[in-house]
Protein backbone atom coordinates (compact mmCIF):
# COMPACT_ATOMS: atom_id res chain seq x y z
CA UNK A 1 0.00 0.00 0.00
CA UNK A 2 2.59 2.45 0.53
CA UNK A 3 3.92 2.51 -2.55
CA UNK A 4 0.88 3.42 -4.04
CA UNK A 5 -0.04 5.79 -1.35
CA UNK A 6 2.69 8.00 -3.36
CA UNK A 7 0.16 8.67 -5.51
CA UNK A 8 -1.40 10.77 -3.10
CA UNK A 9 1.42 12.95 -1.74
CA UNK A 10 4.83 12.41 -4.46
CA UNK A 11 5.50 14.74 -6.95
CA UNK A 12 8.73 14.24 -9.39
CA UNK A 13 10.23 11.31 -9.63
CA UNK A 14 8.40 9.30 -6.69
CA UNK A 15 5.19 10.44 -8.13
CA UNK A 16 6.16 8.54 -11.71
CA UNK A 17 7.70 5.37 -10.16
CA UNK A 18 4.24 4.95 -8.01
CA UNK A 19 2.41 6.14 -11.47
CA UNK A 20 4.65 3.17 -12.97
CA UNK A 21 3.61 0.97 -9.97
CA UNK A 22 0.44 1.53 -10.33
CA UNK A 23 -0.09 1.13 -14.27
CA UNK A 24 1.59 -2.58 -13.79
CA UNK A 25 -0.56 -3.44 -11.24
CA UNK A 26 -3.23 -2.59 -13.94
CA UNK A 27 -1.54 -5.29 -15.97
CA UNK A 28 0.28 -2.49 -18.60
CA UNK A 29 3.65 -2.38 -19.90
CA UNK A 30 4.82 0.83 -17.94
CA UNK A 31 8.67 2.08 -17.80
CA UNK A 32 10.31 4.94 -16.68
CA UNK A 33 11.48 6.98 -19.87
CA UNK A 34 15.03 6.86 -20.31
CA UNK A 35 15.30 10.96 -21.45
CA UNK A 36 13.25 11.74 -18.17
CA UNK A 37 13.88 10.68 -14.89
CA UNK A 38 10.16 11.26 -14.15
CA UNK A 39 7.96 10.31 -16.75
CA UNK A 40 6.32 7.36 -17.63
CA UNK A 41 5.44 5.85 -20.68
CA UNK A 42 2.90 3.18 -20.31
CA UNK A 43 2.20 1.17 -23.37
CA UNK A 44 -1.31 -0.33 -24.16
CA UNK A 45 -0.89 -2.21 -27.10
CA UNK A 46 1.43 -2.78 -30.18
CA UNK A 47 1.26 1.41 -31.21
CA UNK A 48 -1.00 2.73 -28.22
CA UNK A 49 0.80 4.74 -25.29
CA UNK A 50 0.43 6.95 -22.61
CA UNK A 51 2.96 9.53 -21.90
CA UNK A 52 3.63 10.33 -18.24
CA UNK A 53 4.81 13.70 -16.94
CA UNK A 54 4.31 14.23 -13.32
CA UNK A 55 4.68 17.35 -11.92
CA UNK A 56 7.44 18.16 -9.66
CA UNK A 57 5.58 21.18 -8.18
CA UNK A 58 2.66 20.97 -5.34
CA UNK A 59 1.01 24.14 -6.16
CA UNK A 60 -1.22 24.51 -9.12
CA UNK A 61 0.00 24.95 -12.64
CA UNK A 62 0.10 27.89 -14.34
CA UNK A 63 0.06 28.88 -17.93
CA UNK A 64 3.76 29.61 -17.52
CA UNK A 65 4.53 27.04 -15.38
CA UNK A 66 7.25 24.69 -16.77
CA UNK A 67 5.12 21.52 -16.89
CA UNK A 68 3.25 23.05 -19.68
CA UNK A 69 6.65 23.52 -22.00
CA UNK A 70 7.63 20.12 -20.77
CA UNK A 71 4.42 18.85 -21.78
CA UNK A 72 4.74 20.93 -25.02
CA UNK A 73 8.21 19.35 -25.69
CA UNK A 74 7.28 15.69 -25.04
CA UNK A 75 4.20 16.23 -28.12
CA UNK A 76 6.91 17.82 -30.00
CA UNK A 77 9.95 15.73 -30.13
CA UNK A 78 8.62 12.51 -28.50
CA UNK A 79 4.81 11.93 -28.81
CA UNK A 80 3.83 9.50 -32.05
CA UNK A 81 -0.17 9.97 -33.69
CA UNK A 82 -1.55 7.01 -31.09
CA UNK A 83 0.10 8.66 -28.42
CA UNK A 84 -2.16 10.40 -25.44
CA UNK A 85 0.14 13.04 -22.96
CA UNK A 86 -0.94 13.23 -19.94
CA UNK A 87 0.06 15.60 -17.17
CA UNK A 88 -0.10 13.97 -13.70
CA UNK A 89 -0.41 16.56 -10.53
CA UNK A 90 -0.73 16.32 -6.79
CA UNK A 91 -1.41 20.03 -5.70
CA UNK A 92 -1.77 20.44 -1.61
CA UNK A 93 -0.81 16.84 -1.02
CA UNK A 94 -1.24 17.89 2.75
CA UNK A 95 -4.93 18.10 2.31
CA UNK A 96 -7.41 15.46 1.86
CA UNK A 97 -8.16 14.81 -1.97
CA UNK A 98 -12.05 16.15 -1.42
CA UNK A 99 -10.37 19.32 -0.08
CA UNK A 100 -7.90 19.90 -2.55
CA UNK A 101 -8.37 23.37 -4.73
CA UNK A 102 -8.26 22.86 -8.56
CA UNK A 103 -4.36 21.56 -9.97
CA UNK A 104 -4.80 23.76 -12.70
CA UNK A 105 -5.45 27.34 -13.39
CA UNK A 106 -8.07 28.17 -15.98
CA UNK A 107 -5.78 29.30 -18.70
CA UNK A 108 -3.50 26.58 -17.95
CA UNK A 109 -6.03 24.31 -18.40
CA UNK A 110 -7.47 25.80 -21.64
CA UNK A 111 -4.15 25.69 -23.08
CA UNK A 112 -3.46 22.13 -22.07
CA UNK A 113 -6.78 21.42 -23.90
CA UNK A 114 -5.09 23.37 -27.02
CA UNK A 115 -2.18 20.81 -26.90
CA UNK A 116 -4.86 17.93 -27.04
CA UNK A 117 -2.87 16.68 -24.19
CA UNK A 118 -4.82 15.14 -20.85
CA UNK A 119 -4.45 16.33 -17.07
CA UNK A 120 -4.74 13.32 -14.72
CA UNK A 121 -4.52 14.01 -10.74
CA UNK A 122 -2.66 11.67 -8.43
CA UNK A 123 -5.80 10.90 -6.44
CA UNK A 124 -7.90 9.55 -9.30
CA UNK A 125 -4.87 7.53 -10.83
CA UNK A 126 -5.09 6.21 -6.97
CA UNK A 127 -8.80 5.33 -7.10
CA UNK A 128 -8.17 3.53 -10.52
CA UNK A 129 -5.65 1.66 -8.65
CA UNK A 130 -8.08 0.67 -5.57
CA UNK A 131 -10.41 -0.02 -8.31
CA UNK A 132 -8.41 -2.70 -9.70
CA UNK A 133 -7.91 -4.25 -6.94
CA UNK A 134 -11.78 -5.67 -7.26
CA UNK A 135 -12.21 -5.28 -10.50
CA UNK A 136 -9.66 -5.11 -13.14
CA UNK A 137 -11.75 -5.30 -16.43
CA UNK A 138 -13.29 -1.86 -15.11
CA UNK A 139 -10.07 -0.38 -14.19
CA UNK A 140 -8.36 -1.12 -17.66
CA UNK A 141 -11.48 0.13 -19.58
CA UNK A 142 -11.25 3.44 -18.19
CA UNK A 143 -7.19 3.54 -18.41
CA UNK A 144 -8.23 3.06 -22.58
CA UNK A 145 -11.04 6.09 -22.05
CA UNK A 146 -8.12 7.84 -20.56
CA UNK A 147 -6.01 7.32 -24.00
CA UNK A 148 -9.13 8.26 -26.15
CA UNK A 149 -9.30 11.38 -23.72
CA UNK A 150 -9.61 14.52 -25.97
CA UNK A 151 -7.42 16.86 -23.22
CA UNK A 152 -8.41 18.58 -20.36
CA UNK A 153 -8.90 16.67 -16.46
CA UNK A 154 -9.37 13.18 -17.08
CA UNK A 155 -12.56 12.56 -13.92
CA UNK A 156 -13.65 8.33 -13.13
CA UNK A 157 -17.12 8.67 -13.96
CA UNK A 158 -19.57 8.28 -10.12
CA UNK A 159 -20.73 5.12 -11.46
CA UNK A 160 -17.24 3.63 -11.48
CA UNK A 161 -16.75 5.33 -8.10
CA UNK A 162 -19.26 3.42 -6.00
Known sequence: MGRFARLLWGVGPPLGEAARDAFTALKFDAQVQPSSPSGVIVRLDGKRRLLLIPSATTEAIQKKSPELSHVFGTLQEMA???DRVVLLTNV???KRPAERPAAMTPDALAFLVR???SHLTGATL???W????HEIERARTQVERLHAHEGG?????A???R
Open 92 to 94: SPE
Open 115 to 117: MGA
Open 153 to 157: TFELP
Open 159 to 161: SVL
Open 126 to 128: FAL
Open 80 to 82: EES
Open 130 to 133: KLSL
